[in-house]
C-alpha cells in the first residue's frame, strides 16, 4: 500500500532524472477475459490510456464497449475541475452496481484522481468495492497488480515523480496521428491548478529517443505526430536542450505533419517562432492558453506574464508565421474576478480573436493556492460572464472558418465522419475539423478539400481528385 501526499508531490529538488528503460515480456494469461476503459481529460490521459490499452491486451484481455460485459473495468480519471470529478463519481454508481451482481469482477482506478489525497480518503470510506488504484507515474504497475490474487482493495501511488520511463508500448487509438510525449509534469503552479501535483515535476525525455520514436511512427504509416507536454517549451531546461532544438530535429524526419501541446506564453523563444515558420511540416497551429486579460488576475494566477506581454508575443507569431491559427484557454470567475477584470478579458478576446477557445468556470482545487482565496463573486455572476464569453468567443472561431469559404484546402483523413456516415472527417493544418464528402479510400491521406459550409465549429467540405489553385 502506497498514498499519495501533496507535500512530496510539490517538492522541486534538483536530483536528476531517473531514467528507467523497461524491458517487459508478458503472457496472455487472462485470456478469454474483458476490459472496459473509460478516459477522462487531456491529452496526456488519452495517450497514457493508450498504454493502459496495451498492457491489458498483453494479459490477453479483449475490449468491449459494453461496460456490463467486461471482467476489468478501468477508469483513467482527470482533477481538474470538479465536474470532471463528478463524472467519475457517477460512472463509479454505475460499477459498484456491477461488481454487486459478479463480484469477480475488477474495478481499477487510474489517472490523475488517483494522485489526489482527499480523493484516496473517499475511495478507501465510501468505495471499498474498487479494486485497485494506481497513479500517474506508476502505470507499469498495472499488469502486476492485475495478476497478484488479492481479496483486499490495494493502493500503489506514488508522489515521487523522478522517473522517465522509455520503452513504454502503446495501443494506439489512430493509425494516422499519433501522440509523442516528449516531457513530464509541470513545474509553473499556476495558483489555480492541481496539474503539478498530479503529475509531478518537469522532466524532459532525451532528445534521441523522442526522434527515434517518430521516425519509427513514420516508418509504420503514421502521417502526424503530436509532441505532448504540460508546458511544451519548457523542454529540455533540465537536460541542456531546447524544445526549438527538439522541433528542428523531429520535422528533419520528414513526418508530414508535426503538432505540439500545450505552449505556456512565459518563455515561448523567437527561435521557437523561428522554427515553426521554417519548416513546412510544423504546422501553422498553436494553442496559447491566456487564462485572463486581467493583470491583476493574470499575476494572483502566478502566470508570469502581462496582457501587453501575451499580446505582444500573439502578434509576432500572427506576422512570423504564415497563415497560423491560434487557439487558448480561458477561466473565468478566478477568485474575486470583478467586473472590470472580466471586461479585460472581453477586451483581449477581441482584439486577438481567436480561432477557438476553451472556456472554464473557475473550481477550486483541493491543494492548491487559490483554493484558499476569498472569492466573493457569487456562481450566478460567473456563470453570466462565461456565457457573454463564449457569445465572443463563438463569434470569433464562427469568423475564422467563415474565411476559408471557397478555399481548398489540405485536409488529413481520420475516418468516418461521426455526424453522417456517408461522408469522412479530417483536420486541416490548422487544425480546423472538416466533414468531407469523399471516398472511404481517402481515410489516411492528406487531400485537398474545398470549403463548401463553414459554422462555429467544424466545416464542411468536398474532395478534391486533382488539386486547384485558389
Ligand atoms: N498545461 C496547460 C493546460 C492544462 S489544464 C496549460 O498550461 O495551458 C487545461 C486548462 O484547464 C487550463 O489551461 C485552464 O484553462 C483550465 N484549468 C486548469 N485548472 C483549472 C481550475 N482549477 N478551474 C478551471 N479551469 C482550470
Ligand atoms: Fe497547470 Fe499552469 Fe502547469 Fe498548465 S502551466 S499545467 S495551467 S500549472
Ligand atoms: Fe486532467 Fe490530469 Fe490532464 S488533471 S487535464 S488528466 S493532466
Not at 508575443?313 to 470583478?338: A, C, Q, R, W, Y
Not at 492528406?446 to 467540405?461: C, E, Y
Amino acid at each position: 500500500m502506497h498514498l499519495p501526499d501533496l507535500d512530496i508531490a510539490k517538492k522541486r529538488d534538483k536530483k536528476e532524472n531517473n531514467y528507467i528503460e523497461l524491458k517487459e515480456n508478458y503472457k496472455p494469461v487472462l485470456k478469454g477475459k474483458k476490459y472496459f476503459l473509460r478516459t477522462y481529460g487531456c491529452q496526456m490521459n488519452v495517450h497514457d490510456s493508450e498504454a493502459l490499452r496495451n498492457y491489458l491486451e498483453a494479459l490477453g484481455l479483449e475490449n468491449t464497449d459494453l461496460v456490463s460485459n467486461a471482467d476489468v473495468i478501468v477508469l483513467n480519471t482527470c482533477a481538474i475541475r470538479e465536474n470532471a470529478k463528478d463524472k467519475v463519481t457517477g460512472f463509479l454508481g454505475k460499477c459498484h452496481y456491477l461488481k454487486k451482481k459478479n463480484p469477480n469482477l475488477k474495478i481499477v482506478f487510474a489517472g490523475c484522481m488517483s494522485e489526489q489525497p482527499n480523493v484516496i480518503n473517499e475511495i478507501k470510506s465510501k468505495h471499498s468495492y474498487i479494486d485497485i488504484v494506481i497513479g500517474t507515474h506508476n502505470l507499469y504497475d498495472l499488469p502486476k497488480l492485475l495478476l497478484e490474487n488479492f481479496n483486499k482493495q490495494t493502493i500503489e501511488v506514488y508522489s515521487e515523480s523522478d522517473e522517465v520511463i522509455e520503452g513504454m508500448h502503446y495501443n494506439r487509438d489512430s493509425q494516422y496521428t499519433a501522440w509523442v510525449n516528449i516531457m513530464y509534469g509541470c513545474d509553473k503552479f499556476c495558483t489555480y491548478c492541481i496539474v503539478p501535483y498530479t503529475r509531478g515535476k518537469e522532466r524532459s525525455r532525451k532528445l534521441e529517443k523522442i526522434v527515434e520514436e517518430v521516425k519509427r511512427l513514420k516508418e509504420n504509416g503514421y502521417k502526424e505526430v503530436t509532441l505532448l507536454g504540460q508546458n511544451v517549451n519548457a523542454y529540455g531546461h533540465d537536460i541542456g536542450e531546447t524544445f526549438s532544438h527538439l522541433l528542428e530535429c523531429v520535422a528533419k524526419t520528414n513526418i508530414e505533419r508535426i503538432r505540439f501541446v500545450t505552449s505556456h506564453p512565459w518563455n515561448f523563444t523567437d527561435e521557437m517562432i523561428n522554427i515553426i515558420a521554417k519548416y513546412k511540416n510544423i504546422m501553422p497551429y498553436i494553442h496559447l492558453p491566456i487564462q485572463s486579460g486581467s493583470n491583476e488576475i493574470l499575476k494572483r494566477m502566478n502566470r508570469r506574464y502581462t496582457r501587453e506581454e501575451y499580446f505582444e508575443l500573439f502578434t509576432k507569431m500572427k506576422e512570423k508565421i504564415p497563415n497560423v491559427s491560434i487557439t487558448t484557454d480561458i477561466i473565468v470567475g478566478f477568485p474575486n474576478e470583478s467586473e472590470e477584470d472580466f471586461q479585460d478579458t472581453l477586451d483581449m478576446v477581441k482584439k486577438c480573436q481567436f480561432d477557438g477557445a476553451y472556456t472554464f468556470i473557475y473550481s477550486p482545487r483541493e491543494g492548491t493556492p487559490a483554493a484558499k482565496m476569498t472569492d466573493n463573486t457569487k456562481m450566478a455572476v460567473k456563470e453570466e460572464r462565461l456565457h457573454r464569453l463564449n457569445e465572443l468567443v463563438n463569434y470569433y472561431s464562427n469568423q475564422s472558418n467563415q474565411k476559408l469559404l471557397g478555399k481548398v484546402v489540405e485536409v488529413l483523413i481520420l475516418g468516418n465522419s461521426e455526424k453522417d456516415n456517408s461522408k469522412v472527417y479530417g483536420y486541416t493544418d490548422t487544425m480546423k475539423l472538416v466533414n468531407v464528402s469523399g471516398p472511404k479510400e481517402i481515410i489516411g491521406q492528406i487531400v485537398p478539400v474545398l470549403i463548401t459550409d463553414a459554422k462555429s465549429f467544424s466545416l464542411d467540405g468536398d474532395y478534391l481528385k486533382e488539386k486547384v489553385k485558389n
